[in-house]
């Protein structure tokens, strides 16, 4: 009988209470009295016996929710994700949840610890990762890590905390999102664990560093809402108000993961001073990853390469190269293998559709990238057609010098689409003291793995010294730009033709592939 009290009170009670938000506490006291109960003949094999722990958690769950014993409301009060609140909240009015308590069969789990023995290798496949971890790739993938890096004893860390803090974060990320999902949560935190792995930045490495780096990796993108800055900013959202147009999605991000930091109370037994400074650097991380300061962060990494002058020794240089890895492992899907590469494209661009579906309905301006008419899927990977910009003020009676690449109105005018932000600072004479405005022109751009990926990717082959991992990188790049060529090639011939007036689906992709000799 001790094996089945054992396995609930280290497994399956802190799994369950995280899915439903009930406390392990309020099964204290049940827990000896039910098991003693039943007897173990019942029990001969392993499916039996999760077979009775799943139904016991079931009926303890409708019993603790009905006699009034859910625990104090108050850990349900935080409201930065709205999902998560009515997700509880149901528990509070005594809805049972209908969905059914999952509990992975012992091949599963067998193939999923084989898979983790490979972490570090990039042909890693978190689709089939997150199927055999029936949804759990995240959690299951995070605990791992911090256990592979040393990460539990060193901090002291305590493992049901931990969980629950995964299981919080997991939860937050909205899944039914195509894209911006717990899955991509995953990857580009096993992608992050593979940068931390390079020989050039692992030895200077500290556990903090690694912490930072696995934590930022898998909140980067929590309570994702499905919908770029520039949605939320139009429709006057509250976010985009609260955080002044500004980065509002990599602040509700970082936000939302100090409030499950302090709400977890992960880190409540280290000195508030280094907690803070966690906090704080976990900000910076997450903060780097808006897409509209790629320019800002390349112009810096590429001063100090051609300067050299990263010391890695020193904190300030290490964090710059944590943000530029982690800016890496965002954006790494095109330099994936072309399967799961495709897959993410397909996904990312089924979110920006849904996004353009979204203000069509509402009778607002269709974002750019989001037609799903006009803007096919290999075109927003790989096209450079013109770009253009929209400028509140008239950029021809001031003097202008754009940071890293020398761009004046009219060379904007006739530039194809080269980055998404360039930071242009115009110097005004006020009086006799001259004035520095700066003005960040946002460029809407397709061609994403051409202006985007591929020069921070070189740039991070340089930092590693054209590593195996950095190679193999380019190289899956390289052959993706060569295959959404092909299909926008193939694309643009059947149009000429006639054949087909809109932008491809997934299934029109896939047949024009299969085509492909």
């Not at 500290?206 to 429709?235: E, R, S």
Request: overall charge neutral; some cysteine.
């Amino acid at each position: 009988m001790r094996h089945i009290l054992t396995d609930i009170q280290k497994w399956y009670l802190p799994h369950f209470c995280e899915v439903t938000t009930v406390s392990v506490s309020d099964f204290e006291g049940y827990t000896w009295h039910e098991c003693e109960s039943v007897s173990t003949d019942s029990y001969q094999s392993k499916r039996a016996h999760r077979k009775w722990v799943s139904s016991w958690l079931l009926r303890s769950i409708a019993d603790t929710t009905h006699s009034g014993e859910i625990g104090t409301r108050k850990k349900v009060k935080r409201l930065l994700s709205f999902q998560r609140y009515f997700h509880a909240s149901r528990l509070l009015r005594g809805i049972i949840p209908q969905a059914p308590l999952h509990l992975l069969d012992e091949d599963y789990l067998g193939q999923a610890r084989h898979m983790l023995s490979k972490v570090g290798t990039w042909d890693f496949d978190i689709f089939l990762f997150d199927r055999l971890t029936n949804g759990n790739s995240l959690v299951t993938l995070l605990c791992h890590l911090f256990n592979t890096h040393g990460l539990i004893h060193h901090f002291k860390l305590d493992m049901v905390t931990l969980h629950r803090f995964l299981v919080m974060v997991q939860e937050d990320y909205h899944g039914h999102n195509p894209y911006h999902n717990a899955v991509h949560a995953a990857d580009v935190t096993q992608a992050m664990h593979c940068y931390l792995k390079e020989p050039k930045l692992a030895s200077f490495l500290t556990p903090l560093d690694i912490m930072l780096g696995l934590l930022a990796a898998a909140a980067h993108d929590v309570d994702h809402p499905g919908v770029n800055q520039p949605f939320l900013i139009k429709t006057n959202h509250h976010l985009a108000n609260l955080y002044q147009n500004m980065s509002v999605l990599e602040n509700h991000h970082w936000r939302s993961t100090i409030g499950m930091l302090r709400e977890s109370r992960l880190l409540a037994h280290l000195p508030k001073e280094m907690t803070q400074d966690i906090e704080q650097q976990l900000g910076s991380l997450i903060l780097a990853t808006d897409i509209n300061r790629q320019n800002e962060f390349l112009t810096r990494l590429k001063a100090h390469l051609h300067n050299k002058d990263l010391r890695l020794e020193n904190v300030q240089d290490r964090h710059f190269m944590l943000q530029i890895a982690l800016k890496c492992a965002d954006i790494c899907n095109p330099c994936r293998i072309w399967e799961m590469s495709k897959q993410w494209s397909e996904r990312v661009c089924e979110e920006f559709y849904r996004q353009g579906d979204l203000e069509q309905k509402f009778e607002l301006e269709i974002s750019p990238l989001c037609n799903q008419q006009k803007d096919s899927i290999p075109s927003i990977q790989i096209d450079s057609t013109e770009a253009f910009a929209s400028i509140g003020l008239q950029v021809s009676k001031l003097s202008a010098l754009a940071l890293g690449r020398g761009i004046c109105e009219d060379q904007l005018k006739k530039k194809k689409k080269s980055a998404l932000c360039i930071s242009v600072v115009f110097v005004k004479e006020v009086g006799l003291i001259p004035r520095v405005v700066t003005l960040r022109v946002t460029l809407h751009v397709a061609g994403f793995m051409t202006y985007i990926v591929e020069p921070l990717f070189r740039e991070w082959a340089r930092f590693t010294g054209n590593s195996t991992l950095s190679e193999n990188m380019l190289s899956h790049l390289a052959h993706n730009k060569a295959q959404w060529k092909s299909l926008l090639s193939k694309q643009h011939r059947r149009r000429g033709s006639g054949q087909d007036s809109a932008a491809p689906t997934s299934e029109t992709l896939e047949q024009t592939e299969g085509a492909t000799p």
